[in-house]
């Protein structure tokens, strides 16, 4: 049966910038906003647009990510024909090869593409976070009548130079790509999103394929050869709220916006563009008489009896009595003992804060970095973790780490 | 069958003991009646039994379990989409010579082919006005090794004062158990008012199938109705009837008021903790968000499910999904059950809200705690 579209979704992406976080996981797979992980966002946005059929493109540490994504059921992606994925590298007949970069990956799953013969494919990114239509761009392509388009945001002037850059005239058309420029011509920075039609996708990868000098990359080598070539490419604006969480201050950062949907952009109440996630099956979270909650976003399985203050608990978060929690996204299973504070920091799932530690602080003219705990660690009683400090191991009772 | 599946079936009676809670069955079983936060009677039940290994589960619906069929759907959040066995719903179908059941037996007599057809060695029959998290499978072996034909389970607690004998209709039965030294239930009482801890019987049975099988068939013949009083009471010395004590959490509704209070009793963690720990329970996934304070909260003793605001004062309440309480409002003792919304500046003390329940602003609405009062769902106050 034919699909109109279908979606490739790249999660093989080490993220090697959140270092302890993605030590043992994918980065589509970091957990994000309470419930969610990363790769929820992308899946939930294709069900949403009416794109049942989801190739994901895993690589790295792909152990939690294929568990995770397990038969689609969470996304409503357990489908008859189509439904979702996981597609990792394989041997073939001519040998095997690891993904060699974003088109390489496409390009080895031709096959899996072809089974379902879309007339579009569009590629995302595993490691945003952004609520879209795909639908509406699909129907800003075709109206285009584009063979290829890419989703762009505006960005402030002085940040452009940190972007892939499409400049574009006043129709649209991309006329020019620029690669993180010193002089940007354009404020339009690529999101990493496109919508090709399923011909022209295949003659380009085939052709980049052949050629031993590429990175087989979609921003270094397929945009510049359709380029070069004057296909009909166009740049699809998106104005909605996008985040690249690919650092442990980004990552941070988009958390903490979560807890004030009204000013930043990112709404998970909203009914009509649900984000759905696998479910932990825990019983709904304790407030206890001790406990003092404010800004703070909770989920199931947490019990509270400590101090909360803007900050996020994942399912089965502990907070004794006396713990104090601000400004901090504490993920699933940890527990934090009595008169630990935790301020400004990152902490993995299942880490046990011990009485009395410290881990991180808040932030000073001087010194304003998130602490973060790896999954699993054990932060002795007393110990004390400075707000720079990446902590991968335990670490013993009153000891220090910067 | 291999080890870890449990050679028995399951027959849930979701229907039973609803006359004692009238309010809050008029649109519903009470199997689905909401508890706990976020889930449904039956979802205790049905976890129990998926978690012990049985995959085989019918439902005997009565009435009133459009809601039941819509929380359950194909029973996959619980594991029981199977293509041998899973989730069964019998509805009460209109057909010569089957009507719509009163007591056990005739339910039962209503579904015998699916009894004499099954391969399991066993079946569990219970009602579903009991939440706790059983291991059906202990249960099961236990019975194995006393050879009895029939096994009660029950659990020892001082219930006075909480039984509604007010209400003498036969729906309502309730049975206490004296036992012997090695477990066998030498009487069964009916409906007893022996004040003091007694051995009541939880209502869940575990039977031999193909002896099941032949009592239902002779009770069809005799147009004998109820199990306990017709089969197992008058049988007590011919069949070995044994008693099972289940010691963990009973959550039991028989009342309005035992449905707050048993909400309520969960507000204490070591109750949670004993009703929750050790298996999952399962329930509808409804992909709410997690729960949002805001900084004008002011939050002390709640349990909550996800996807509620909470702006104003929440003292003592068990919230479930999507409740909403606004700035300014102050809520104490009260249960407000799905996407309840408490608006403004209003005072809520002892208020069972049912599902979609709003009150409007600048209110003042209270029950006592000996009489919470209920409001009905969808309604604007």
């Not at chain 2, 306990?228 to 010395?237: K, Q, T």
Request: charged content about 25%.
């Amino acid at each position: 049966m034919e699909k109109e579209m279908i979606a490739m979704l790249l999660a093989g992406g080490q993220g090697s910038r959140l270092y302890a976080l993605t030590e043992k996981l994918a980065k589509p797979a970091v957990p994000f906003g309470g419930k969610y992980r990363i790769i929820d966002f992308p899946l939930s946005n294709c069900v949403n647009s009416g794109i049942d059929t989801v190739g994901i493109l895993t690589q790295y540490q792909p152990l939690v990510l294929n568990e995770y994504i397990g038969n689609g059921q969470p996304w409503d992606l357990d489908r008859l024909h189509g439904g979702v994925h996981v597609l990792p590298p394989y041997q073939k007949a001519s040998g095997s090869d690891w993904y060699k970069g974003t088109a390489n990956a496409i390009c080895q799953n031709i096959s899996f593409i072809e089974r379902y013969n879309p007339k579009y494919v569009i590629i995302l990114s595993g490691d945003q976070i952004c609520k879209q239509d795909y639908s509406d761009f699909l129907r800003f392509h075709k109206e285009k009548d584009a063979e290829f388009s890419v989703a762009v945001m505006e960005v402030p002037w002085e940040e452009a130079s940190r972007f892939g850059l499409m400049v574009a005239d006043e129709t649209d058309r991309i006329t020019e790509f620029q690669e993180k420029p010193k002089e940007p011509k354009s404020n339009l920075a690529s999101m990493g999103i496109y919508i090709f039609n399923w011909d022209i996708l295949k003659k380009y990868l085939l052709e980049d394929d052949a050629d031993p000098n590429s990175q087989n990359d979609f921003g270094n080598n397929i945009i510049p050869n359709l380029l070069k070539d004057g296909r009909r490419m166009y740049a699809y604006h998106f104005d909605g709220y996008w985040k690249d969480v690919g650092t442990i201050n980004s990552l941070w950062e988009a958390n903490m916006e979560v807890l004030d949907p009204e000013h930043s952009g990112i709404d998970l109440f909203d009914e009509n563009w649900k984000i759905y996630s696998r479910n932990s099956g825990m019983a709904g979270h304790h407030i206890s008489a001790t406990a003092d909650v404010t800004n703070s976003m909770i989920t199931d399985g947490c019990k509270v009896s400590g101090t909360v203050k803007h900050s996020i608990l994942f399912d089965g978060v502990i907070v004794e009595e006396g713990a104090v929690v601000e400004d901090a996204v504490i993920m699933g299973g940890t527990t934090i003992r009595s008169g630990a504070i935790v301020k400004h920091c990152i902490i993995a799932e299942n880490v046990t804060i011990n009485e009395k530690a410290i881990v991180g602080a808040m932030p000073t003219a001087e010194e304003n970095g998130v602490a973060t705990v790896a999954s699993g660690v054990s932060i002795g009683a007393g110990a004390k973790i400075g707000p720079n400090a990446m902590v991968r191991n335990n670490v013993k009772d009153g000891e220090e780490e910067w | 069958m291999v080890s870890s599946n449990a050679n028995a079936m399951g027959i849930i009676f979701p229907n039973s003991y609803d006359t004692l809670v009238p309010e809050l069955v008029s649109k519903r079983a009470m199997a689905s009646i909401p508890f706990a936060s976020r889930y449904r009677m039956i979802d205790f039940l049905l976890s129990s039994m998926v978690n012990s290994g049985i995959d085989n589960i019918s439902i005997v619906v009565r009435q009133n379990y459009r809601s039941l069929m819509d929380h359950l759907g194909s029973g996959r959040e619980w594991d029981l989409s199977r293509k041998n066995g899973g989730l069964n719903i019998i509805p009460p179908f209109s057909e010569r010579g089957i009507k719509v059941y009163t007591g056990h037996l005739e339910a039962l007599s209503n579904i015998l082919p699916l009894l004499r057809n099954s391969k399991e060695k066993y079946v569990i029959l219970t009602d579903a006005h009991i939440a706790a998290n059983i291991r059906f499978d202990d249960i099961i072996a236990e019975h194995e090794k006393s050879g009895a034909d029939v096994t009660v389970v029950y659990h020892n607690a001082d219930l006075s004062g909480r039984n509604d004998y007010t209400r003498k209709d036969t729906d309502n039965f309730t049975y206490t158990l004296q036992l012997d030294e090695e477990n066998r239930v030498k009487e069964m009482h009916i409906n007893a008012q022996d004040l003091g801890p007694q051995n009541h019987s939880m209502n869940i049975y575990i039977i031999d199938r193909e002896f099941l099988v032949t009592q239902v068939e002779d009770a069809t013949v005799r147009g004998k109705i109820y199990f306990e009083r017709d089969v197992l009471l008058p049988n007590l010395n011919n069949f070995v009837v044994k008693g099972y004590e289940f010691k963990g959490y009973v959550a039991l509704i028989n009342s309005i008021k035992s449905y707050f209070d048993e909400n309520m009793a969960l507000l204490k963690q070591e109750n949670a903790d004993a009703l929750f720990e050790g298996n999952s329970i399962y329930t509808k996934v409804r992909d709410d968000n997690p729960t949002r304070y805001t900084s004008t909260a002011k939050v002390k003793n709640v349990m909550a499910a996800d996807g509620c605001v909470i702006e104003g004062t929440v003292e003592n309440c068990v919230l479930f999904r999507g409740v909403k309480i606004a700035k300014g409002a102050v809520v104490k003792n009260c249960i407000l059950m799905q996407d309840t919304v408490i608006a403004e500046n209003t005072t809520a003390e002892y208020l069972i809200t049912d599902k979609n329940v709003t009150v409007t602003a600048y209110q003042e609405v209270k029950g006592t705690a000996s009489y919470p009062m209920y409001i009905t769902k969808k309604r604007v106050v």
